[in-house]
């Protein structure tokens, strides 16, 4: 059984003396006391405990919950806060972690209930917000707090400027916060030029996208910098001097979200990223840098002569504008925008997703409104392989949940590469221009046996489920017949495939032999297994330096863009693994620091 972990969240005197004018100005009577509740959250059950004093509700302790780390987890604490400063459930649900922050509001509700308060009256509550327009002015301001974010406005901070990051969901993080953290880097001055050779090795495909190696090399030459930055935190990592790899510790709780991670074959890869973000925004914090939570901007203040001089944002407290000599535009992917996919990367439209819910292209809109110029290249990052597209227990993951036994074939019914290779390995062998991102997984019943969920996704198609797809039947020809594909061509490929399971060696693509097992025992099952991309990446062409550049190649004076946002010079034609990050913590320092040295 989980241990039970305890977050209370204090409050002064002043507080509670204001939580008992509100118990007394509101009809409904509480009875003082402890009442534990509980409600089902995005991972289990939310379990509190709810102190009443005087009628009032004095404090809220979370007692066990396995919401995601840095999101979940956060929201809920976030919750508590509010419902006992404002004396009522009518709280805004935290952006970007809404599922747990309704449940949190359902556990307290059913506290109430149990205090013998109608919960319906406390959700009623009306809470005031005094709305103000007003210019704020800073040396720079940072769109956008994800990996790149936090680390563009702590570089900028340390090196004198005045910062303000602004970020639209009420977490920060971004999709980075999802993620193992792992990103390639160079301890060292010496390391640099490897770590280079490194990164355009693993961008194995090239044919259409060119890795640009100046840049490359351009953004690895702050690496020592970079973890020096990332060491000064406090943060706890290790680095691969094999792999070139930067590896933050995960977190208490991110090792208890991932102990109840499910993997057939593979180990399950502990979370690191949440722990380093956590670390950027506390040291942000300390540092009194202003952070402005559910603040969307919407529009770059620029001058007749083209220079960037503001960013507008919208908040539930009024419309800012915010003035600076540099916007540094760390906004993500546009993944969640199914117009802007239409308009500049028709092939990811509709695909299943797994970046952050607030990455909808509101800075590379922005950008382009300025005179930024796309990119040529926009594709997918690729993500991991999931039979249920709204179940991602593994993102982040560098492994997919089916058993590597499995026969992984695409919509021809043709095997392309080892079941075993890993996501980012797989994913360039489906991607389909007019069609969702998927491939199938077939396997007889000794492998279906292992299949994780299997008899649940089987029920779902059966009862019509309108993504959920699986099959079983009594030969490879009738499975074909229900998944579409030509049968003589699917048969060909188990045939092909149960010869080289016989000769004990996959000379096709190298499949360990241990997970060779012929797909013969007269029973076959066929799952949809969807390609859960972590976002796009190409957006606008920027400098080595992150200044964002327009049609005739000249830099716009006063923005910058970094991260995802700037992304199409990194990779090859595919996304390999480790470089999004790498290019996020590098492209924030690099930018932190061009922002604060212009003119």
């Known amino acids: 059984m989980k241990s039970l972990k305890t977050a209370i969240f204090c409050i002064s005197f002043t507080l509670l003396f204001s939580a008992a004018f509100c118990a007394f100005a509101f009809a409904d009577e509480l009875s ?122 702590l570089t900028a901070e340390q090196n004198g400027a005045k910062v303000a990051l602004l970020e639209k969901l009420g977490i920060v993080g971004g999709t980075s916060v999802f993620s193992s953290g792992n990103f390639l880097a160079a301890s060292t001055e010496e390391l640099k030029k490897d770590v280079a050779e490194n990164w355009n090795k693993r961008n194995k495909i090239q044919e259409v996208n060119q890795v640009n190696m100046d840049k490359v090399t351009s953004l690895l030459d702050v690496s020592p910098e970079v973890i020096a930055l990332y060491e000064g935190l406090g943060a706890e990592f290790t680095y691969d001097e094999e792999t070139f790899t930067f590896c933050p510790t995960p977190s208490e709780k991110s090792l208890e979200n991932c102990a109840v ?81 239409a308009d500049i990367a028709p092939e990811t439209v509709g695909e299943y997703t797994a970046t952050a819910v607030g990455n909808t292209g509101d800075g590379l809109t922005m950008a382009l409104d300025a005179g930024a110029v796309l990119h040529a290249y926009q594709e997918s990052l690729s993500g991991n392989f999931n039979a249920d597209p709204y179940d991602m227990p593994v993102v982040g993951q560098p492994n997919n949940q089916f058993p590597f036994s499995i026969v992984l074939v695409d919509r021809d019914g043709l095997r392309k590469v080892s079941e075993a290779a890993g996501p980012h390995d797989q994913q360039v062998f489906f991607i389909h221009e007019d069609d969702l991102d998927y491939a199938w997984a077939i396997m007889d019943q000794e492998i279906a046996d292992r299949f994780l969920n299997l008899d649940t996704y089987l029920e779902k198609t059966e009862n019509g489920n309108p993504y959920i797809v699986a099959y079983k039947a009594d030969s490879i020809e009738d499975l074909a017949g229900q998944m579409g594909v030509d049968a003589a061509a699917l048969s060909e490929t188990i045939a092909h495939y149960n010869e080289l399971c016989e000769a004990g060696e996959d000379t096709d693509f190298g499949k360990a032999a241990d997970y060779l097992s012929a797909i013969d025992d007269g029973t076959y099952y066929a799952v949809k297994e969807y390609d859960m991309t972590r976002g796009n990446y190409g957006g606008i062409l920027t400098s080595d330096s992150f200044e964002v550049i327009d049609a005739d190649g000249n830099a716009i004076p006063g923005l910058y863009a970094a991260g995802l946002i700037s992304s199409g010079d990194y990779f090859g034609d595919y996304y390999p693994g480790r470089e999004a990050l790498s290019l996020d913590a590098h492209a924030g320092y690099i930018a932190g620091m061009a922002a604060t040295a212009a003119e």
């Open 32 to 153: 003082d006391g402890k009442y534990q509740a509980s409600a089902t959250g995005i991972e289990g059950e939310i379990s509190i405990e709810v102190s009443i004093e005087d009628g009032a509700i004095t404090d809220i302790s979370i007692l066990e919950d396995n919401e995601t780390a840095g999101v979940g987890a956060k929201a809920i604490g976030i919750i508590a806060e509010e419902v006992v400063a404002n004396q009522s459930l009518a709280v805004d649900s935290v952006a970007g972690a809404t599922i747990s922050s309704a449940a949190m509001k359902a556990a307290i509700a059913n506290a109430i209930t149990e205090a013998g308060g109608d919960a319906n009256e406390w959700k009623s509550r009306e809470i005031a917000v005094e709305a103000v327009d007003e210019t704020l002015e800073y040396d720079v301001v940072v769109v956008g707090a994800g990996l790149t974010g936090l680390t563009a406005a």
């Open 261 to 341: 991670i499910e993997m057939a074959d593979a180990p399950v890869k502990n979370k690191g990223c949440e722990s380093l973000i956590s670390s950027l925004e506390s040291k942000l914090l300390e540092d009194g840098v202003d952070i402005y939570m559910n603040t969307r901007a919407t529009q770059l203040v620029q001058e007749e002569d083209g220079r960037v001089t503001g960013v507008i944002a919208d908040s539930k407290k009024g419309v800012k504008t915010f003035t600076a000599k540099s916007i540094i535009l760390a906004t993500g992917d546009y993944a969640r925008n199914n117009d802007l996919n």
